[in-house]
């Protein structure tokens, strides 16, 4: 059988890569498309504001990768620092500012905010018209009735990601670990929607799930996302499985440059051999966030203009 070298491991012909970098690029080369064409027309181009806090070395490169992606699509970005030490009612001032302001059409405050503000308080404070990270009570009810809303940018993503490869998801099993508001409660909602991808039977499991392992080696469809580092191994991922890692973990690394590497939360070697679709870390859904939120913002920018 042939095989494809991906860094130092051979595999199989049979494995397959979801390539979230690819599928990525192309939602973002249509996005650019519409955008130029709205700006053609006369039209508003889509303007995403970012809030971000402190200054958390992982938030600060994934903020730095969205106003990059909006450099990319022709949207117009603003994005906005401020001070660890800020206080909550600040913070919400500027998110009233934004709020009011009929120029921006999408806000993101990035996640995790500093310890002595209620993120909660600051999610709820964004009109859930310009809510595009999806986080905002009204669109999470939306998204379980099966409203058009904005869905979280990870699982969406994640959805996108399918849909782009066209995997069969009616009927499998899928089994989603981890039950954060951000990724495994929503990703579990969509799964399970009647819709294509959806349609699945979902498990969701969590620190608390007894015979973890004997559940995954059912999923049809595995989505890793509790956030420890290689925590899915081969002997937990039954033969033909899909499996979607969402961890990105920065281990210590004192050969890169940076002083660190990302690692997922699937042991990549030991699960892809048994895989028929793997996402690889990075390039695999970490890229697909970007373009998800991309796409919420141009749906709001069009929705109001
Ligand atoms: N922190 C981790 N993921 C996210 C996300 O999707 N949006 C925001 N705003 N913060 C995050």
């Known amino acids: 059988m042939h095989s494809l070298l991906i860094g130092k491991l051979s595999v199989g012909l049979r494995m397959q890569i979801l390539d979230g970098k690819k599928a990525a690029q192309a939602i973002k080369d249509e996005l650019r498309i519409d955008v130029a064409q709205r700006a053609n027309e006369g039209k508003k181009i889509p303007h995403l504001a970012a809030v971000l806090v402190g200054n958390n ?27 660890a030490d800020i206080s909550e009612y600040k ?11 009929t120029d ?19 999610i709820n404070a964004i009109h859930p018209d310009k809510d595009v990270d999806g986080f905002h009570p009204v669109s999470v009810g939306k998204m379980v009735e099966g ?3 904005y869905i979280p940018a990870t699982p ?3 959805m996108l990601l399918l849909e782009h490869y066209k995997i069969e998801t009616k009927g499998k099993h899928a089994v989603v670990i981890g039950r954060s508001n951000i990724v495994g ?22 620190s608390h799930t007894k015979n973890l392992k004997e559940i995954c080696l059912q999923g049809d469809i595995i989505v890793a996302a509790l956030g420890i580092p290689e925590f899915v191994k081969g002997d937990m ?10 961890g990105i973990t920065r281990v210590q690394d004192s050969t890169r440059k940076s002083g660190f590497r990302l690692k997922g939360d699937v042991d990549f070697e030991a699960v892809a051999p048994h895989c028929s679709w793997i996402t690889p870390v990075p390039g695999g859904v970490g890229p697909m966030t970007i373009a998800a ?7 709001s920018c069009a929705a109001k203009n």
């Open 57 to 83: 070395g992982a938030s600060e490169t994934y903020v730095a990768a969205k106003v990059k992606a909006c450099e990319e699509t022709g949207f117009k970005s603003t994005l906005i620092r401020l001070d």
């Open 91 to 101: 913070l919400l001032e500027v998110i009233e500012e934004l709020n009011t302001d």
């Open 104 to 122: 921006v059409d999408g806000i993101l405050v990035q996640l995790p905010l500093p310890k002595h503000i209620d993120d909660k308080k600051v």
């Open 147 to 149: 409203i058009p809303s």
């Open 156 to 158: 969406y993503g994640i």
């Open 185 to 206: 409660r929503p990703m579990s909602i969509l799964l399970s929607g009647n819709s294509n991808p959806g349609n699945c039977t979902v498990t969701i499991c969590h």
């Open 237 to 246: 991922v039954k033969e033909g499985a899909v499996v979607i890692d969402v």
């Open 293 to 299: 939120l991309m796409k919420n913002t141009f749906n």
